[in-house]
């Protein structure tokens, strides 16, 4: 049983600089108490990256975030796979989430692929065993062969690149989370690999997208969420609330933010 | 494993203005108080417990710490032992002259003390950079945080496992003898671990948001080494230094579990201060985490 409920989520983002962050700074502040010259929260940004969302993702969700680049997308990615608390509001996250944002976090260059496939499963949440029945199923989607045996370090990127897909998508979560759709390597293994993905999607419970292309959202998404300076814009299905931004897009309506939330990030990798 | 629903439970607390409400009258707002801080230690524990039942997670990652960093050396992650007997062989020699003490005594007295400071300060200055280090994994799994401090924490476990191996070489070289008061190493070893973590804990919530503690701590861990018997003996200062001496905590951690290995019982009085910090520390350490634990991926 998949399920995520938002309510009345939002996040905020303090960002400090060196002299916030300094402690002498807070205790200064404490101390001198609120006279003159302490202005309390001068050097404090805060960034509302998201502000008051609410909805509910229930099984059969296929959804596509939209919206500009700043908008908040990613830090609401990182709300619905759970890694962001919200700042105010609840986040109800309920089922294995499985979030394909950085395909490479935690793979050791010197290790050998052998190596790095049972490192990451274990990350993934895998058992020893698991682990092991998995690498025969990876080594043969990878076509990597003899090289597991060599470090990783004397892969070209894309072979880099098809080991930690190969071993990221074999497990199906029941949320599957995603910034832009990945697809790597030559053409004939993306075509391998889009395959794959499209199970992935298929089987997953909830399915999430924030992408940029509108010929994607709508392979494969039928509700799309319109995120525009970290406020719910729109929430609907997918025809519609495409039309709106699109319409909204062209009007000039929108501006961006006060700054960017996140680092949008966007692998050279996608499609 | 599926953390994500834990992660996103909030402590039951509304934004901690309970905790931060005046103690004025009334044993309502007392009662308020308590209940609050009472649900920061709960979340925290839970919190923990969910951290020790993900334990190929930071098994994995301590050990790949440690076996990248000697990876492609010959020596590999022994250079750790090849190092401190380096340390404790110059450093035991030059100062058994220097404090006019025969070898035999002093080196295996140096040797037994660093091997418990090196374990006490790496933990230590390790842990302010336990969540500033996992900021890629804190980011994209949904483990509970306390992962990364239990990952620094096996690190440092195994680093003095490694240094640990001249105990028995010195202990046999200079024919140390060994009663039934070495059992009492183990013991004191725990205190040390466990006093250990909840530091790591702490620093490592305050060292997310305040960069400038990590600098901080190593100049005062530097001030601490100077002030804790490790070189030198507590005996050899005057009455009023031993005095001083006695207040130390730090002196009584590395008794704890140094004196044991030369044969020695540590005293009543040192064993009460290490559960004394025990004590106070996981409440202090439990408080801020629980407190802070869901903000801390917003600090890195």
């Known amino acids: 049983m998949a399920y995520i409920n938002l309510h009345r989520a939002s996040v905020q983002f303090p960002i400090y600089n060196a002299r916030s962050r300094s402690l002498k700074s807070t205790i200064a502040r404490h101390a001198v108490g609120a006279t003159i010259g302490s202005r309390p929260n001068k050097d404090v940004v805060v960034v509302n990256a998201l502000n008051n969302i609410t909805l509910t993702l229930q099984p059969g969700d296929r959804v596509g975030i939209i919206g500009h680049n700043g908008a908040g997308k990613t830090t609401l990615l990182r709300v619905l796979s759970g890694t962001y608390v919200p700042t105010s509001g609840n986040?109800?996250?309920?089922?294995?989430?499985?979030?394909?944002?950085?395909?490479?976090?935690?793979?050791?260059?010197?290790?050998?692929?052998?190596?790095?496939?049972?490192?990451?499963?274990?990350?993934?949440?895998?058992?020893?065993?698991?682990?092991?029945?998995?690498?025969?199923?990876?080594?043969?989607?990878?076509?990597?062969?003899?090289?597991?045996?060599?470090?990783?370090?004397?892969?070209?990127?894309?072979?880099?690149?098809?080991l930690a897909f190969a071993v990221t998508t074999s497990i199906q979560p029941d949320i599957l989370i995603m910034d832009e759709l990945i697809a790597v390597g030559d053409i004939s293994f993306i075509e391998?690999?889009?395959?794959?993905?499209?199970?992935?999607?298929?089987?997953?419970?909830?399915?999430?997208?924030?992408?940029?292309?509108?010929?994607?959202?709508?392979?494969?998404?039928?509700?799309a969420i319109w995120l525009n300076r970290g406020e719910l814009a729109a929430d609907g299905p997918l025809d519609t609330v495409v039309a709106a931004y699109n319409k909204a897009s062209r009007q000039g309506v929108e501006e961006m933010g006060p700054l960017p939330a996140t680092t949008p990030t966007q692998p050279a990798h996608s499609v | 494993m599926d953390f994500s629903q834990y992660r996103a439970l909030e402590p039951d607390l509304g934004e901690g203005q309970a905790v931060g409400a005046t103690l004025g009258d009334g044993s309502k707002q007392l009662e308020a108080v308590k209940r609050s801080l009472a649900g920061l230690v709960r979340s925290a524990i839970e919190d923990l417990g969910q951290a020790l039942k993900a334990w190929r997670i930071w098994v994995l990652l301590g050990t790949n710490d440690i076996r990248q960093r000697y990876r492609r050396s010959t020596l590999g992650q022994f250079w750790i032992t090849a190092t401190i007997t380096v340390t404790v062989v110059g450093l035991g020699i030059v100062y058994s002259a220097i404090f006019k003490q025969s070898i035999e005594q002093y080196l295996p007295y140096v040797a037994a003390g660093f091997v418990v400071w090196f374990l006490i300060t790496g933990m230590i200055t390790d842990g302010c950079a336990t969540f500033l280090d996992s900021e890629g994994y804190a980011k994209q799994l949904t483990v509970p945080l306390s992962v990364y401090v239990l990952r620094t924490w096996y690190r440092a476990l195994v680093t003095f496992a490694h240094n640990a191996i001249i105990i028995p070489a010195v202990l046999l070289v200079f024919l140390v003898p060994v009663g039934w008061a070495f059992l009492l190493v183990v013991p004191g070893i725990c205190f040390v671990a466990l006093n250990g973590f909840w530091m790591m804990l702490l620093l490592g919530t305050l060292c997310a948001r305040f960069r400038d503690l990590p600098q901080i701590v190593s100049s005062f861990i530097q001030v601490l080494f100077f002030v804790t018997p490790v070189m030198f003996r507590s005996d050899q200062l005057p009455a009023s230094g031993r005095a001083v001496m006695d207040l130390n905590p730090f002196a009584a951690l590395l008794a704890v579990a140094r004196d044991p290995i030369l044969g020695r019982v540590p005293s009543a009085l040192e064993y009460a201060i290490v559960t004394g910090m025990l004590l106070f520390g996981w409440t202090i350490a439990l408080l801020v985490y629980g407190r802070y634990r869901t903000r801390i991926t917003y600090w890195l």
């Open chain 1, 91 to 162: 986040a109800e996250v309920i089922g294995v989430v499985s979030a394909l944002t950085d395909l490479q976090m935690g793979m050791d260059p010197e290790a050998s692929g052998h190596e790095n496939i049972m490192m990451r499963a274990i990350l993934l949440g895998m058992t020893y065993q698991q682990a092991r029945a998995l690498t025969p199923e990876v080594e043969q989607f990878s076509e990597l062969g003899e090289y597991l045996d060599l470090p990783v370090r004397t892969y070209s990127t894309g072979m880099m690149l098809r």
């Open chain 1, 192 to 223: 391998k690999a889009t395959q794959r993905i499209k199970t992935l999607i298929a089987k997953a419970n909830i399915f999430v997208l924030a992408s940029h292309d509108e010929n994607t959202l709508k392979r494969f998404c039928n509700r």
